[in-house]
């Protein structure tokens, strides 16, 4: 008796994995869709790393314009670091209450018109943008966005790129700029309202 229910687990068992590899086949790991159109029939879609995302989708002749403007600076990046104005430079401001909410402040003047009051891209400016504006909530947290980076994309603006994303050289400050960056850094605290 023994032997036939082991016959029988292993084929239950056998036939729960291939359901399960059917099933990342089909919808990819966690049953995220792998389509747009997917993800809005199932409402599975995950818009903070949707399956549709892979790395092949990275080939220029497969991204439409909005994503190749938006890949330029990460791809200047990658291949030829930052112009020799920004390399090395590293926020020299400690992160005490009193300079993040001035870096909160400065965010809600002059970056949440598009980019939103937490970093989300849900400005009231942001529907009017092609592309739209980047989710900098989701950004800051990837390795790439060192703070040469960063001061580089605040300071030059998107026009090099050919996105809306407008300079701020001329209007603010370097230790502005690294105030806006240490108050995205800490997760936009305070974000939600308005002062």
């Known amino acids: 008796m023994k032997p036939r229910m082991a016959h029988w687990t292993k084929a239950i068992f056998g036939a729960l994995v291939l359901l399960a ?7 990819g790991v966690g049953a995220v869709a792998q ?20 790395r092949h989708m990275w080939d220029p002749n497969r991204m439409g ?14 291949h030829q670091g930052t112009p020799p104005s920004y390399r ?35 400005g009231n400016a942001a529907n009017s943008l092609n592309p739209s504006p980047a989710l900098l909530a989701y950004m800051i947290q990837m390795p790439m966005l060192i703070d040469e980076y960063m001061l580089w994309s605040i300071a030059e603006g998107g ?21 806006i960056v240490l108050f995205m ?9 308005p002062r």
């Open 88 to 122: 090395g430079a590293r926020n020299p401001l400690a992160g005490d209450a009193k300079t993040i909410a001035e870096g909160r402040d400065l965010y809600v003047k002059n970056c949440s018109r598009c980019h939103g009051l937490k970093g989300t891209g849900d």
């Open 185 to 193: 850094r800490q997760g936009f605290p305070g974000g939600a309202t």
């Open 65 to 78: 314009p909005g994503m190749q403007q938006r890949m330029a600076r990460h791809w200047r990046f990658m």
């Open 35 to 54: 389509t747009p159109e997917q993800g809005l029939q199932s409402g599975i879609w995950d818009r903070w790393n949707p399956g549709w995302m892979e």
């Open 21 to 27: 590899v059917i099933g990342v086949a089909r919808f």
């Open 159 to 179: 026009k090099a790129f050919g996105t809306p994303m407008p300079a701020f050289e001329k209007t603010l400050a370097r230790d502005q700029i690294w105030k």
